[in-house]
């Protein structure tokens, strides 16, 4: 099993851009795909962003498409999530998600919370109108 721990949430004004970065442990994070996901408060986890195990195809949920980048660097284990040009809606908790045994059917389409095995534990990020 991947240990997954999230960095870079914090509190920024709309506009504004931060990056999120998530420490994978075990020497199967770089044969996995990973994930970040975010579950703003009273409603349920949701697929954000999804990268292959080598990092050649992502995937992304239509409200963050050409605002949000995500990324990987295998040697490192670390996975990112630039976000620019942030909204008040994107106000959550922020989730890195790893080892998911199908995710080559369920990322064109955005994938479940059960589709990935590995989870870090989260990190707010916040932003003011």
């Known amino acids: 099993q991947v240990h997954l721990v999230e960095s870079g949430g914090g509190l920024v004004q709309a506009g504004a851009s931060l990056r999120l970065s998530c420490t994978a442990s075990g020497r199967t994070f770089r044969t996995v795909p990973a994930a970040w996901f975010r579950q703003a408060l009273g409603k349920e986890r949701e697929f954000v962003a999804g990268?292959?195990?080598?990092?050649?195809?992502?995937y992304y949920t239509d409200s963050v498409k050409g605002r949000f980048i995500i990324s990987r660097d295998n040697a490192k284990n670390m996975v990112y999530l630039q976000m620019n040009s942030l909204k008040p809606e994107d106000t959550a908790v922020y989730y890195c998600?790893?080892?998911?045994?199908?995710?080559?059917?369920?990322?064109?389409?955005?994938?479940?919370?059960?589709?990935?095995?590995?989870w870090g534990q989260g990190t707010q990020v916040t932003v003011s109108s």
């Open positions: 998600a790893a080892d998911s045994p199908s995710f080559d059917y369920c990322s064109g389409a955005g994938c479940a919370q059960a589709d990935f095995n590995s």
């Open positions: 990268i292959s195990w080598g990092g050649v195809s992502t």
